[in-house]
């Protein structure tokens, strides 16, 4: 089965003065069949690039977009796969051998 892959935003974080949205809260859920992966992070914008989008014209959408391209989609899908991979062939356990 496939890695799927759903970004969401949880939360944003902006100026009261303009709406600039300084703060976007993400998360990235990755399935495979009965195996999973998660990460929560945040990434801070700054006004430097001359670019605005009001704040109420935002889609989830087009904030994610924003996100995969600070972060770079492809290396957090890379690591989000790796750690399934990881689920399904582990290399350590654990355990007690008296038990």
Request: no cysteine; hydrophobic share 35%.
């Amino acid at each position: 089965m496939a890695t799927a892959y759903t970004w969401t935003i949880a939360q944003m974080d902006r100026l009261t003065s303009d709406g600039f949205v300084v703060t976007v809260h993400y998360a990235i859920n990755a399935v495979d069949g009965e195996y999973n992966a998660y990460t929560y992070g945040t990434v801070s914008y700054t006004q430097s690039d001359g670019s605005y989008t009001p704040y109420t014209d935002l889609t989830e959408a087009q904030v994610v977009g924003w996100v995969q391209e600070s972060l770079g989609k492809d290396t957090v899908e890379a690591g989000l796969a790796a750690q399934i991979e990881a689920q399904k062939n582990p290399v350590t356990a654990s355990g007690l051998p008296w038990q």
